[in-house]
């Protein structure tokens, strides 16, 4: 299987820099597994997308949608669990 893509969006990057160290680099190795296993144990499917889901690392979201077409996955948002849907 080929691996996937992995894309940030301009407010995931924001995002992910205004967060502690040690929480940056747990969420940059779960965003990294995704690109073998794009949907891993513990993902959820988010209602009202097609395509979007969410992984949990600790008290973060992670909200990413996957293009199986082109195999790129993007990742939309990152936040911690109270705000990220918002």
Do not use: C, N
Not at 4 to 25: H, V
Not at 28 to 52: H, Q, S
Not at 58 to 70: A, D, H, N, Q
Request: avoid cysteine.
């Amino acid at each position: 299987m080929a691996k996937y893509k992995i894309e940030f969006s301009r407010s995931a990057e924001k995002q992910l820099k205004k967060l502690p160290r040690g929480d940056q680099q747990r969420i940059v190795e779960a965003v990294l597994a995704l690109a073998d296993e794009t949907v891993p144990r513990g993902a959820r499917k988010l209602a009202g997308y097609d395509d979007v889901f969410r992984i949990r690392v600790g008290r973060y979201r992670i909200l990413y949608s996957v293009s199986s077409g082109t195999l790129v996955i993007i990742v939309l948002k990152i936040g911690h669990r109270q705000d990220v849907y918002r």
